[in-house]
């Protein structure tokens, strides 16, 4: 009789994701998230149409610009950061002109929701990478996803030397982050009429 093994946990880590899958689990696991309702509010027609195209085109953004996915083997838990270097000025621009066209009326919100986390995001930290996303689809929690999040952080601290930044887009989420290590740095980030983010940071 064979024995059936449990899930690996170990991740997938790549720079050319099944970008489909990791935007689909983004989108899923991010509907009900404080910050993207405020973006991408629930009422909105077509409101699946323009998350899947926030997570698409910020997504890409990162991966053409060094970035790396980590994910399960079926992406229903993934994590994903930014290059150690600041994009420039030009593929900013054109990436906040190609969110506001593809998210229609959610477009402005989306914009300035970028632009305050450009904004705000410390310049006087550490050789680091920007966790902008991490997600476990609600469906597949404890099915070894959390497992492999936690440990690809831990590959991005000790194996490669990175501190990692993040915002917190909920209490409950900072609550998360601080109990893998990491510490609230700064001020609370307001958006305009809407809820707060919380940054952190982890050393490598």
């Known amino acids: 009789m064979t024995i059936a093994q449990p899930p690996s946990t170990d991740p997938i880590v790549t720079s050319d994701p099944d970008l489909g899958a990791v935007v689909a689990t983004l989108s899923c696991a991010f509907a009900d998230d404080p ?8 009422d909105v027609p077509e409101r699946a149409r323009y998350l899947d195209a926030f997570f698409d085109i910020t997504t890409r953004q990162l991966l053409d610009n060094g970035g790396a996915v980590a994910a399960t083997a079926s992406y229903d838990g993934v994590l994903v950061w930014s290059g150690t270097e600041a994009t420039s000025e030009e593929d900013d621009i054109a990436v906040l002109a190609e969110l506001e ?11 300035t929701l970028m632009q305050t986390l450009d904004a705000h995001h410390p310049t006087d930290l550490p050789l680091h990478v920007h ?14 996803a959390r497992e492999m999040l936690i440990g690809a952080f831990r590959e991005l601290r000790v194996t490669h ?8 887009s909920s209490l409950r989420s900072l609550r998360l982050w601080e109990r893998l290590g990491s510490k609230r740095i700064g001020g609370e980030i307001t958006l305009p009429g809407g809820p707060s983010l919380y940054p952190i940071f982890r050393s490598a």
């Open 131 to 144: 966790a902008l996303y991490a997600a476990i689809r609600p469906e597949t929690r404890g099915s070894g």
């Open 161 to 168: 030397g990175f501190g990692v930044y993040a915002e917190a």
């Open 35 to 42: 910050v993207i309702k405020w973006a991408i509010p629930e």
């Open 101 to 111: 066209q593809a998210c229609g009326p959610c477009g402005p919100k989306v914009s």
